[in-house]
């Protein structure tokens, strides 16, 4: 078993090649974009507000009437109205991730 010294000595040192230099440049700016801007079709704002007002007034209503109302049994008492208000609140948000 032989015992190396650390650091090595001078005369086993390797000899490491120096790094190629970078021939392209760093920074590539991006693409222009079109100078159309998007916006919303007109009736998107009106449907978005629709579906989250209807929503709205499905569970204040149902908390009112104590889901008594007139349709409102059809769903299966509470838990399925809440399900249908949640729902139009949510379809209602999605509509409002699409508006610009």
């Given at each position: 078993?032989?015992?190396?010294?650390?650091?090595?000595?001078?005369?086993?040192?390797?000899?490491?090649?120096?790094?190629?230099?970078?021939?392209?440049?760093?920074?590539?700016?991006?693409?222009?974009r079109s100078p159309k801007k998007q916006t919303?079709?007109?009736?998107?704002?009106?449907?978005?507000?629709?579906?989250?007002?209807?929503?709205?007034?499905?569970?204040?209503?149902?908390?009112?009437?104590?889901?008594?109302?007139?349709?409102?049994?059809?769903?299966?008492?509470?838990?399925?109205?809440?399900?249908?208000?949640?729902?139009?609140?949510?379809?209602?948000?999605?509509f409002a991730t699409q508006w610009r």
């Amino acid at each position: 078993m032989t015992s190396r010294a650390f650091p090595p000595e001078p005369s086993e040192r390797q000899v490491v090649p120096k790094s190629r230099i970078r021939k392209t440049e760093v920074f590539t700016p991006p693409p222009k974009r079109s100078p159309k801007k998007q916006t919303s079709p007109p009736w998107l704002a009106p449907t978005m507000v629709g579906f989250m007002l209807l929503g709205v007034l499905w569970l204040v209503l149902g908390y009112i009437t104590n889901y008594a109302f007139p349709g409102m049994s059809f769903l299966g008492g509470q838990g399925g109205n809440l399900i249908e208000g949640f729902a139009l609140l949510v379809i209602g948000l999605g509509f409002a991730t699409q508006w610009r």
